[in-house]
């Protein structure tokens, strides 16, 4: 074969005898590719001739590789797939959920004084004679000439004796301006805070700017963001009826909305607090029977442990204030209380225990022209009555004595026979405290 023959036969890529060759193009430009117009380049870059000319995507081309691709994706999928299940597990996990339900029962436990199985306010019958001498003392209906001073007043009254329950009502569902006895529930709902372990008496509470509240109290004087102790605050609110001190714990226990709740579970229909204190205008509400009721929940011992009680009335029995029923009561009685004044309204609630261990309630409230002191003259008269009528009702019933037909009629010396029955003889001192004994069970 000639060698210019067996120079090309090299040259035939192998397998393709018959391929010819295929000179190599020039890479330079030619006057002809020079003079050939260009098209943009975006135009350019997204021609099917440039994206083929792109590197692929990275896609493996063994099987090992694309079984490394999809276990890598799935271990990913896995992995989500497991925090979501597990974070729905846990919510459900039955451990938690039994903590939190016997979590849930200690706190219903804790909190019972606030459902509405707390007893409410139990009334047997009227005290007919008492409801008379408060309404003569109260005085007749308004008289056209106006000569009579204290019509002026509109009194509500509520009195309940704790042993019988019997009472006296003057107008005592009626709705009147709270003042500051708005305060007692309030107290009442912070120790049920305190027995429900969401309230520490040795916290600290800070006074805000917008707690801050003028008239009755000292703690206004204080520099805003000053702290206290939550037992502080809550006793200030009480002995010497602060205004800040209210507006702090109202703050501590949710606000007004939560308590006006809290009120009506306790069947406190009246009760409402509407806007902060000193509330001069006399929106926050409450009634004599509202406070009696309190009163009467809080005598109890279900509304607050123990403990808490003998703290709220050691507060209401050092309440500064005393002009008011106080000044009604006779020597060696006490009163747990908490007054209330405001410019159109006068008031005092309290429980009295007396020297003899009758326990009563008693709330006054009264409308009045503005700082018309006639209004506290009539509440000092309602606590006179009402304290004598109990002290008079708890006496023993005057002795009799005892007169014993005689047995043998037409005898001259009737005593001279021995009785019949020993154990009744006007000489025996047994049978001598037997009628006292029936006559005082009888004494109402």
Do not use: C
Request: avoid cysteine; charged fraction near 20%; proline fraction near 9%.
């Amino acid at each position: 074969m000639p060698l210019q023959e067996r120079r090309l036969s090299v040259m035939t890529p192998l397998g393709n005898s018959s391929a010819t060759h295929q000179p190599r193009r020039s890479s330079r430009p030619t006057v002809a590719n020079e003079l050939r117009p260009t098209r943009p380049l975006t135009s350019r870059l997204n021609s099917p001739s440039t994206r083929r000319d792109r590197p692929p995507a990275f896609r493996p081309r063994t099987a090992s590789g694309l079984a490394i691709l999809y276990g890598t994706r799935l271990l990913i999928l896995g992995v989500g797939i497991g925090v979501l299940a597990g974070t729905i597990l846990s919510a459900w996990d039955p451990a938690t959920r039994f903590s939190a339900e016997a979590q849930a029962e200690k706190t219903d436990v804790a909190v019972a004084p606030s459902q509405p199985a707390l007893p409410l306010l139990k009334l047997s019958e009227e005290i007919v004679p008492l409801k008379a001498q408060v309404q003569a003392v109260i005085g007749a209906p308004r008289t056209s000439e106006g000569t009579a001073p204290l019509t002026q007043l509109t009194p509500g009254v509520m009195v309940v004796d704790l042993d019988t329950h019997t009472f006296l009502d003057i107008n005592a569902s009626n709705s009147f301006a709270a003042a500051s006895t708005i305060k007692v529930p309030v107290l009442a709902a912070f120790f049920q805070e305190v027995d429900a372990g969401k309230i520490r008496l040795d916290e600290m509470l800070t006074m805000r700017p917008d707690l801050i509240a003028t008239e009755a109290g000292d703690l206004q004087y204080q520099p805003p963001g000053s702290r206290f102790l939550a037992l502080e605050v809550v006793t200030k609110m009480i002995t010497v009826s602060d205004n800040t001190a209210t507006n702090m714990i109202i703050d501590r226990l949710g606000g007004k909305d939560a308590l006006n709740q809290r009120f009506q579970t306790w069947g406190l229909t009246h009760t409402a607090i509407r806007n902060p204190l000193p509330d001069l205008g006399g929106t926050n509400t409450t009634s004599p029977k509202d406070m009696a009721t309190l009163m009467s929940m809080i005598n109890s011992g279900q509304m607050v442990s123990s403990r808490s009680q003998a703290r709220m009335l050691d507060m209401m029995r050092n309440v500064v204030t005393d002009s008011l029923l106080p000044r009604g009561l006779g020597e060696g009685a006490t009163i747990a209380h908490k007054t209330g004044d405001i410019g159109s309204l006068v008031g005092d609630i309290g429980m009295v225990d007396m020297p003899s261990g009758k326990r009563y309630v008693i709330g006054v409230l009264v409308k009045r022209p503005h700082n018309d002191d006639n209004a506290q003259n009539l509440i000092r008269q309602i606590s006179t009555l009402t304290y004598q009528y109990f002290e008079r009702s708890s006496q023993p019933a005057p002795q009799t004595p005892a007169t014993e037909a005689n047995p043998h009629p037409g005898s001259a010396n009737p005593a001279s026979p021995a009785p019949a029955n020993p154990a009744v003889s006007p000489s025996d001192p047994q049978g001598a405290s037997i009628p006292r004994l029936k006559s005082a069970q009888s004494n109402p």
